[in-house]
C-alpha cells in the first residue's frame, strides 16, 4: 500500500494492489460474474471509499487487483459491517485456491516498487 501525495507533498490517498489465485475451473463463471456486479455491491464499495478499482486475470489465474483509498483501514472496516459485501463475498469465496476468511482481505498485498508521477515525461514532453 502506498500514499499519493499532492504536488505540495501532502498524502491524500493510498495505491493498494494485491493478489489471489482464482480456480482455473471456475475462470469462466468469475468473469461472468464481474461483468455483472451487483449495483449495490458497487454502491458498498464506493461508500467505503475505494475508487479507480479493477480487477486483472491471468490466464493461469493469477488475479491482481488495484484500487485507490483514502484510508485502507477505514475501507475494509466499512466493507466487513456492510451485509451486501458479507453476501458477495461468501458467494465470491469458493473461486479462490487457498484464501481463507474473506477473499477481498485474504488476498497477498503487493509492495510498489515504482511509480510514474508528475505532467513532464523524461524525454522533455508532456504526458496527460
Same mark, same amino acid.
Given at each position: 500500500?502506498?500514499?499519493? &501525495? $499532492?504536488?505540495? %507533498? ?8 494485491? *493478489? @489471489? ?6 475462470? &469462466? #463463471? ?5 461483468? #455483472? ?9 464506493? !461508500? ?8 486483472? @486475470?491471468?490466464?493461469? %489465474? ?8 483514502? $484510508? ?6 466499512? @466493507? ?6 458479507? *453476501?458477495? #463475498?461468501?458467494?465470491?469465496? !469458493?473461486?479462490?485456491?487457498?484464501? /481463507?476468511?474473506?477473499? $477481498?482481505?485474504?488476498?497477498?498485498? @503487493?509492495? #510498489? ?6 505532467? !513532464? /515525461? &523524461?524525454?522533455? %514532453?508532456?504526458?496527460?
Amino acid at each position: 500500500m502506498t500514499r499519493i &501525495d $499532492d504536488a505540495d %507533498g501532502v498524502p491524500h490517498a493510498q495505491r493498494v494492489c494485491f *493478489r @489471489l489465485r482464482v480456480r482455473p475451473e471456475l475462470m &469462466d #463463471e468469475y468473469r461472468a460474474r464481474h461483468a #455483472e456486479v451487483w449495483p449495490e455491491m458497487r454502491a458498498a464499495i464506493a !461508500r467505503a471509499g475505494r475508487r479507480n478499482y479493477s480487477l486483472f @486475470l491471468a490466464a493461469d %489465474g493469477t488475479l491482481i487487483g488495484y484500487y485507490e483509498t483514502d $484510508d485502507d483501514a477505514d475501507a475494509q472496516r466499512m @466493507l466487513s459491517e456492510s451485509p451486501v459485501a458479507a *453476501r458477495w #463475498e461468501a458467494e465470491m469465496a !469458493r473461486f479462490f485456491l487457498a484464501a /481463507s476468511g474473506r477473499p $477481498d482481505q485474504a488476498g497477498e498485498r @503487493l509492495p #510498489e516498487v515504482f511509480h510514474l508521477t508528475g505532467t !513532464r /515525461s &523524461d524525454d522533455g %514532453g508532456t504526458r496527460p
